[in-house]
T-cell receptor, first 118, second 109 residues
Framework: GAVVSQHPSRVICKSGTSVKIECRSL??????MFWYRQFPKQSLMLMAT?????????EQGVEKDKFLINHASLTLSTLTVTSAHPEDSSFYIC??????????????FGPGTRLTVT | GQNIDQPTEMTATEGAIVQINCTYQ??????LFWYQQHAGEAPTFLSY??LDGLEEKGRFSSFLSRSKGYSYLLLKELQMKDSASYLC??????????WGAGTKLIIKP
């Protein structure tokens, strides 16, 4: 099956600093990657969709200058939370979707990154 | 608009059967997904239906009726480890997933 990794799994940072989260598809080429945020006891909220080699498409209400997304290759996407504040503390989850075969429609999720901003 | 409805919470007994319903309204339709999410973890894929009917996979089965915009996830022989949230998601014409809020399933001994 398809495997998606995320790094780091947990991060604690100080307010005002930036944090980069990596999402990698390990055994398939991910033409599309998705970034979600999930607050405690709430559902997944899609933040942005990124296609390899092009700019990410952000959902309404998500600041693109604050949440920088780079999908530089078919196996790697990064989310950088710039000038993080305590309200950015959340569980960030990426998912990846391939271009062909059995990976075409299903989104495979990474294990998530728990961000705590102090 | 696009919308997914599923119950917020359900309770069932270990060894029993439970059915989690989901109704959807989307712009176009390219399939219905069910995911399981344990607390503090990312979702894991359970099933994908794009044609009407029942798909069985071990203790879990998923049903789809496209004409009714309706799906259900059926869990048999419930085990304590099945306590989790179950997320219903419909794929729209742009191949984007529209997510439900999830159904928290509580299993009691």
């Amino acid at each position: 099956g398809a495997v998606v990794s995320q790094h780091p799994s947990r991060v604690i940072c100080k307010s005002g600093t930036s944090v980069k989260i990596e999402c990698r598809s390990l055994d398939f080429q991910a033409t599309t990657m998705f970034w979600y945020r999930q607050f405690p006891k709430q559902s997944l909220m899609l933040m942005a969709t990124s296609n390899e080699g092009s700019k990410a498409t952000y959902e309404q209400g998500v600041e693109k200058d604050k949440f920088l997304i780079n999908h530089a290759s078919l196996t790697l996407s990064t989310l950088t939370v710039t000038s993080a504040h305590p309200e950015d503390s959340s569980f960030y989850i990426c998912s990846a979707r391939g271009a062909d075969g059995s990976y075409e429609y299903e989104q495979y999720f990474g294990p998530g990154t728990r961000l705590t901003v102090t | 608009g696009q919308n997914i409805d599923q119950p917020t919470e359900m309770t069932a007994t270990e060894g029993a059967i439970v059915q989690i319903n989901c109704t959807y309204q989307t712009s176009g339709f390219n399939g219905l997904f069910w995911y399981q999410q344990h607390a503090g973890e990312a979702p894991t894929f359970l099933s994908y239906n794009v044609l009407d009917g029942l798909e069985e996979k071990g203790r879990f089965s998923s049903f789809l009726s496209r004409s009714k915009g309706y799906s259900y996830l059926l869990l048999k022989e419930l085990q304590m480890k099945d306590s989790a949230s179950y997320l219903c998601a419909a794929m729209d014409s742009n191949y984007q997933l529209i997510w439900g809020a999830g159904t928290k399933l509580i299993i009691k001994p």
